[in-house]
């Protein structure tokens, strides 16, 4: 079988030895065209990598101009190139220039912004902050009271229940697994504490109960006077073994939403795009999702970047091997800063035994990435061009706008649990596999990496980003249609996941310290 070499597989840059199979290529499959002729010598599943020219034993192997490995053997043309045959670079952080520090001298210029200023119809709270959904919360402080936080949130789901109240859109319960069984004044507990107040404080939030056991390290007290509430926010507590038990606690924790309901109505009003906060993340990546998904993301955030908006990007280990691409574009103090996380990073995979490269997924894998530098060089991508204004920690208020990053695992549940209480308000999620994922009280734009995606799991792709692929649209004007999108989910648009009903587990908190 003879094929167009550019009709079977994508080569991204013109100096990569690799290219990727548009299709599955059988063994014994001719391509030729673009002055290459080579005969495919074991079958190439669709979105893995072939070689196009021979690559000899410990020579670097590129995709994107960058470099995603090294080659373990010679590899012919036309062989597969995958874990058989590539390995991750052995690193250990990038190199200090002693004379120039880290990071840009002249950060580029930001997008010129566009004339008007696009809105949404945002829900404006009485300090100003924007959200784009409205909820009362009920908050955990320990996994004791999880179950009863639950039944008291179920009360407000069932058909009418919020039928005299149109403006919210519901009652969530936020729980987790922890807040007790852990230092009084460790890591764990101040972590969990910062990313509750995150939640408390969060602008799609109207109003919050909290609900504890009594006798746990994580003390209402001490967890609510951390939350720094804007004025406006009622916020009530109530602890199980004051109230006499489960089913009083319930009954209580019921009686007060009740009173809380007529306090949380807002109406939606005309907001312009700049207070917008929109969280990225990408799950279940393929390899296709450092060519089509998250760089139409990263095209749709420079879009809400120049109209004044901020964009958090996270999931830490997986920027290791493509941290050039942030730190070129991030002042000196900014970049040793991101470099500083990514060598904590290092430090704490290598204390347990591991390494970043055990950050692909089987899934991944499967999909084609091979390399944690791989991943992070499509994952990056999510960010757009413009300059990163700032490095957080985990689920530290976001108050810079623009290019933002965060430090977060990247484990899905756990990194938009931070990126949310750093205050994002939209969440755009990219994935190849076909991640499911929701995440309340923001809801979540799922990015389909390819049409075969897209039309297989209609009931949680969002957005078809495949068109790059199929040749029906330009990765600039994809990026201008998600935008478009994103300020109609942040008008109140129903998202897939919002529908099906996803993000009542997926309240995930970064657990740190020890667990005693």
Sequence with gaps: MTMELAEAVLQLHPGDPVAIARRELAAGTHLEGGGRDLVVRDTVPHGHKVALADIAAGAEVHKYGMPIGVATRDIAAGEHVHEHNLRSLSRAGLPVDAATGVGATTLPPGPEPPSPIPTFEGIVRPDGRVGTRNYIALLSTVNCSATVVKRIAAAFAVPGALDDHPGVDGVIAITHATGCGLAADGEGLALLRRTLAGYARHPNVAAVLVVGLGCEVNQIAGLTAEFDLPDGVPVAHMTIQELGGSVATVRAGIDHVRALLPLAAAPRSPVPASALTLGLNCGGSDGWSGVTANPVLGAAVDRLVACGGTAILGETPEIHGAERLLTSRATPEV??????????????????????????????????????????????????????????????????????????????????????????????????????????????????????????????????????????????????????????????????????????????????????
Excluded: H
């Design 335 to 516: 970049a040793a800063r991101l470099l500083e996380r990514i060598q904590w990073w290092e430090r704490y995979a290598g204390a347990e035994g591991g390494s970043l490269d055990n950050n692909p997924s089987p899934g991944n894998r499967a999909g084609g990435v091979t390399t944690i530098e791989e991943k992070s060089l499509g994952a990056v991508a999510k960010g757009g061009s413009t300059p990163l204004r700032a490095v957080y920690g985990y689920a530290e208020p976001v108050t810079e706008t623009g290019l933002v990053f965060m430090d977060t695992p990247g484990y899905d549940p756990v990194s938009v649990t931070g990126i949310i209480a750093g205050g994002a308000t939209v969440v755009c999620f990219t994935t190849g596999r076909g991640s499911v994922f929701g995440a309340k009280p923001a809801p979540s734009l799922k990015l389909a990496t390819t049409t075969q995606l897209y039309e297989r799991m209609p009931d949680d792709m969002d957005f078809n980003a495949g068109a790059v692929l199929d040749g029906e649209a330009t990765v600039s004007e994809l990026g201008d249609r998600l935008f478009e999108e994103i300020l109609a989910v942040a008008s109140g648009r129903q998202t897939k996941s919002e529908a099906f009903g996803f993000g009542d587990e997926e309240f995930a908190p970064w657990q740190l310290g020890a667990v005693m």
